[in-house]
């Protein structure tokens, strides 16, 4: 009792010396809805509150708490809660003098943004410690709040990874898609197929003599649940039948062809070992990732596919199936991994050239990434497919963000800040979909594609800040976001950039701090 005395006038006369400090509120994403008390509480030390079933949000609170240097066992209350009146995602924040820190959540996802929303006003406090007394309620525009990251053409390892989820936790993203097949390289490690790691996985996209680097299972399953602590899934991109180099590399038989620019860029849809093989490799890797999603690319198969035409097991294909023309086995190809994804319990994500291919409707979800294809988008939504919105303009990373950089992409222009941020506004304003389709747009993500990104310098430069308009693109209304008061917010952010050593892009420098870069110049156009 005397004790509970003591914490409250301790706490009464905190506030009154706090009230002559004022502390921003820089949060990003921009909550949907916050109010400003008229006090404020000084915090050193906390102790926190909460039931068994958010021990998991306790446990990353306290390491981040005690992280910026706060003390942890005694001091300002936080309490986390579950309230099943509030939707999933969602979360209340009130700091009040009586009752310091309360955090509710629909779900433990709410509790752990929650969470996140008070490290920033920490963040923002400048380590005085100082916050202002405030109520905050939130939740997302969109469940789906996506990064992707090649790391075929650049391998990056466990512990760059593990501060990109960091850092997409920090700012509410929830989805790490993981493209790690395609033609330089295998990166994944599959038990039955070794080769596709140890012959697949060795070189880069800028230097073909590099020894393997992949990502182990033991190393994924750390990263898969690394992610999962955080609220984030990981949906893994094993791209066929294109972008298929690599594994041909390791497994010649299994091979469709390419072009002399694409060599073996293909699959061959005519052999029925390609089918096994790659069920088998789908099997482990639906094991690995607990994800409902399986991602089979599917993309760009234009590549490769003439070689389809002199191809005996293709052309045997076509005959014993009555197919017309070698677009036809592409289709044949896609349907029968589809079912295989499905007999593993998935969900099939492919990119929008599924769309040509007439896939399955429910259990598929389209990628939209050619925004000069408008019409593909259209389709999607129109035959009722789930869709996620990530178009090259501007939602891809590996595009310039300013005028005049040269180590990145451009098409009729580039990809800077404001117009991430402007995303998906600018686009939902000219397509006029009905409400119905709209209510198919499962989100927004960004990709980074690494041939540009040769090291951890480049790719956070091309990654920070973009990240965090995205996160306010994907997770705050429009009539909350404010492109003037983000850059602002952005502060803070730089702010932690510059303690966790990121080599981040600063719009306002125009050369930006770090290590020199001598990075080999690459064409522009590949890819496009
Ligand atoms: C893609 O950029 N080929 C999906």
Known sequence: MMKNRWRQLCLFMVCLIAVFHVSAINIIPMPAYMEKGDSTIICNSFRIKAPKSLSGEVVLLKEALSAQGYAIGDGIKITLSLDKKLPS????????????????????????????????????????????????????????????????????????????????????????????????????????????????????????????????????RDIVSYAAARHIEVIPEIDMPGHATAANRAYPELTGGGTPEHPDFTFNPGKEEVYAFLTNVLREVSE?????????????????????????????????????????????????????????????????????????????????????????????????????????RPLYFDFIQRQGDKWGRVWNGFNPLKDVYNYPDSDLDRWKLSEEEERLILGIQANLWTERVQNENRLDYMTYPRLCALAEAAWSSREVKDFDSFCQRLQDSYRLFDQLGIYYFHPDIKEPQGPVRKEKEVPMDFRD
């Open 89 to 220: 995602e969602s979360y209340d924040l009130r700091i009040s003098c009586e009752k310091g820190i309360e955090i509710k959540g629909g779900d433990a996802s709410g509790v752990f943004y929650g969470t996140r929303s008070l490290l920033q006003l920490m963040n923002a406090s400048s380590k005085s410690g100082i916050l202002e007394c405030l109520h905050i309620q939130d939740k997302p525009r969109y469940g789906w709040r996506g990064y992707m990251l090649d790391e075929s053409r650049h391998f990056f390892g466990v512990e760059k990874v593990k501060q990109l989820l960091d850092l997409m936790a920090y700012y509410k993203l929830n989805k790490f898609h993981w493209h790690l097949t395609d033609e330089p390289a295998w990166r994944i490690e599959i038990k039955r197929y070794p080769l596709l790691t140890t012959v697949g996985g060795t070189g880069s996209w800028s230097d073909p003599d590099l020894p393997a680097a992949y990502y182990t299972q033991e190393q994924i």
């Open 288 to 392: 690995l990732f607990p994800a409902p999603y399986l991602h089979l690319g599917g993309d760009e198969v234009a590549f490769g596919i003439k070689a389809w035409e002199t191809d005996s097991s293709v052309q045997d294909l076509l005959k014993r199936e009555g197919l017309k023309q070698v677009k036809d086995a592409e289709r044949y190809f896609m349907l029968r991994m589809a079912d295989s994804v499905k007999m593993l319990g998935k969900k099939l994500i492919g990119w929008d050239e599924l769309l040509d291919i007439s896939v399955v409707q429910n259990n598929t979800v389209i990628m939209w990434w050619r925004h000069d294809r408008t019409e593909q988008l259209k389709k999607s939504v129109s035959s009722g497919f789930s869709t996620i919105l990530c178009p090259r």
